[in-house]
C-alpha cells in the first residue's frame, strides 16, 4: 500500500476561537501531508487541538488561517471523500442497525436495492453479520461501533478519519475491533487510501500507524512527527515495539541532560549509579495532580512545599522523582511539567502505572534488577542477596533503602512481586506486558491514555 501522492496537506492552518479579548489560538500554524497509503496517529494531551484538525481535515469546519489542500485542490466545504468515525457513535436509536448503516448512502441517492446491497457487505465486514436487523439498543458498546465503523465506510471514503474510535470501549471490545480495522485496512479490501486516527494512547498509537504526529498545546501544534518503522502484525512485547514506544515517551518527556548522566549506570558498572529518590507513588500522583491543575502547569517549588503541607527535603525528593522519571523539568527554580507528566496528572490509574512501568524500565538500576531475575530460577531472588549486590554501590543502610524503594515502584508498576514472608523478590509475569484479563479489571492490558 505504498502509494506516493500527497492525499491531504495542511499549509500553516490555525484555528481561532471566540472573538475580541476572548479569542484564543487553539491551533498554531500546522503543516501537516498525508500520503496514500499512510496511517497516521495523532498523539497530545487535551485540549492541543486533534479534534479541532480533524474536524478541519473534513470540511466541516473552515480554519481560521491557512489552507487545506484534498489531491492538490483547495478544499471547500464538507469533503465528500472523508469520512468519521467519533469516540461514541450517535447511532438512530429508532433505525435498525442497516438502516444506520444505510444513512449516508440514502443523503447521496444511491438506489435502495444497491444501498442495502452495500450495507449487508459492509456489516458483514465488520463482524455483525446476523445483526442486521437488531436496534443499537440491543447491542454492546463494542458493536455499536462496528456499526460506527461500517457507517463511516459505507461512503467508500478515500480518507478516514477516526477520533478516539476505541477509548470507550471496554478492553477486550477494543482490542478485537484494533485487530479488524488493522485487518481490513492491511488486506487492501477496502477503498480508504489513507487513516488518520487521534488517540491518547501512546501503545494504540504505535500498535497501529505508519507514522506519529505529536502534538502540545498552548497553544496546539506539531512538535514532533515520526515514522513507526515496524510491519504488521506488530507484537507489543518485541522489542522493537517496545523500542518505538519508549521513543514517543522520551518525546513527551524531553530529555534535559544525555542518558548517561540523566540516569547514570547499572550498579557494579563503572560510573555512578543514579540512586532512587525515596517517595512513594501516591504523593508523586499528588504532586502532578496538584501542578497539572495550575495555569501553564508550573508552578514556584517553594511554594509548592507550603500548598501541599510537605517539607521541603521531601518536596525535593519528589521533585527530583518527577525529573528523573520526564514528568518535570526545573528551571529558574519553577516547577514545570513535560507533557507526559501532565498526562500523567490527567490519566487513569491503568494508564498511570503502564506509563510509570514504561518510564523506570529505562532506569539502569531496574534494568540491572530485571536482568538478574530473569536469570535467576524461579525468576526469583532472595532480597538479602539483592541487597548485598546493591551494597557493592551504596552503604548499606542505603542499599536496603534503595532496595525498599525499588520494589516499592516496581510493586506499582506490576514489574516486580515481592512475598514478605519468604522475603523473595520476583518478576511479575517474567517482566512481560500484562495481557487483558476476561474480567477487564486491574491487570487487563492498560492502554496508555494522554
Ligand atoms: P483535543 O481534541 O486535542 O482535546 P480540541 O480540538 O477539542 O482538542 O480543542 C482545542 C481547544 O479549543 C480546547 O481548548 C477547546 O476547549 C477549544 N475548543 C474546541 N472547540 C471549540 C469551539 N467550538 N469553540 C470554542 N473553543 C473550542
Ligand atoms: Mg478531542
Known amino acids: 500500500m505504498n502509494g506516493e501522492s500527497p492525499l491531504l496537506r495542511l499549509m500553516n492552518v490555525s484555528q481561532i476561537y471566540g472573538t475580541g479579548q476572548r479569542s484564543f489560538k487553539a491551533v498554531a500554524l500546522v503543516n501537516l501531508t498525508v500520503t496514500e497509503g499512510e496511517f497516521l496517529a495523532l498523539l497530545g494531551p487535551s485540549g492541543c487541538g486533534k479534534s479541532t484538525l480533524l474536524r478541519i481535515i473534513t470540511g466541516l469546519q473552515k480554519p481560521s488561517e491557512g489552507q487545506v489542500l484534498y489531491r492538490g485542490l483547495p478544499l471547500k466545504g464538507v469533503n465528500p471523500q472523508a469520512s468519521m468515525v467519533f469516540q461514541t457513535f450517535a447511532l438512530f436509536p429508532w433505525l435498525t442497525v442497516l438502516e444506520n448503516v444505510e444513512v449516508p448512502l440514502k443523503a447521496r441517492g444511491i438506489p435502495s436495492k444497491m444501498r442495502t446491497a452495500r450495507a449487508l457487505d459492509l456489516l458483514d465486514r465488520v463482524g455483525l453479520d446476523g445483526f442486521e436487523t437488531a436496534y443499537p439498543r440491543e447491542l454492546s458498546g463494542g458493536m455499536r461501533q462496528k456499526v460506527g465503523f461500517a457507517r463511516a465506510m459505507a461512503i467508500e471514503p478515500e480518507l478516514l478519519c477516526l477520533d478516539e474510535p476505541f477509548s470507550a470501549l471496554d478492553v477486550l471490545s477494543a482490542e478485537a475491533l484494533r485487530g479488524e480495522l488493522l485487518e481490513l485496512w492491511t488486506s487492501g479490501n477496502i477503498p480508504t487510501r489513507a487513516l488518520l486516527m487521534v488517540t491518547h494512547s501512546i501503545e494504540e498509537a504505535v500498535y497501529m500507524a505508519d507514522r506519529i504526529v505529536i502534538m502540545e498545546k498552548d497553544p496546539g501544534r506539531v512538535v514532533k512527527d515520526l515514522k513507526v518503522p515496524l510491519p504488521h502484525p506488530r507484537i507489543r512485547k518485541d522489542p522493537k515495539f517496545l523500542d518505538v514506544v519508549d521513543r514517543v515517551y522520551a518525546i513527551l518527556a524531553g530529555q534535559t541532560q544525555p542518558e548517561h548522566v540523566e540516569l547514570g549506570t547499572a550498579p557494579g558498572e563503572p560510573g555512578r549509579t543514579r540512586a532512587l529518590p525515596h517517595i512513594v507513588i ?82 539502569p538500576i531496574f534494568q540491572w534488577l530485571i536482568a538478574m531475575l530473569k536469570a535467576a530460577e524461579n525468576h526469583q531472588l532472595e532480597w538479602d542477596v539483592v541487597q548485598t549486590a546493591l551494597e557493592l554501590e551504596f552503604p548499606p543502610e542505603e542499599a536496603q533503602r534503595q532496595l525498599d524503594t525499588a520494589v516499592n515502584w516496581g510493586r506499582y508498576a506490576e514489574l516486580l512481586a515481592y512475598d514478605d514472608n519468604a522475603e523473595l523478590i520476583y518478576l511479575e509475569l517474567a517482566g512481560s506486558v500484562p495481557t487483558p484479563s476476561p474480567e477487564g479489571r486491574d491487570n487487563g492490558s492498560p492502554q496508555v491514555v494522554i
Open 282 to 363: 501516591n504523593e508523586l500522583a499528588g504532586l502532578l495532580e496538584h501542578v497539572v491543575e495550575l495555569p501553564n502547569d508550573r508552578a514556584d517549588i517553594y511554594r509548592l512545599a507550603e500548598e501541599l503541607k510537605v517539607n521541603s527535603d521531601h518536596l525535593l525528593r519528589l521533585v527530583e522523582a518527577t525529573e528523573l522519571l520526564g514528568f518535570a523539568t526545573i528551571t529558574q527554580g519553577d516547577f514545570i511539567l513535560t507533557s507526559l507528566g501532565e498526562t500523567f496528572g490527567e490519566a487513569s490509574i491503568l494508564a498511570r502505572k503502564e506509563m510509570f512501568a514504561t518510564r523506570i524500565r529505562r532506569l
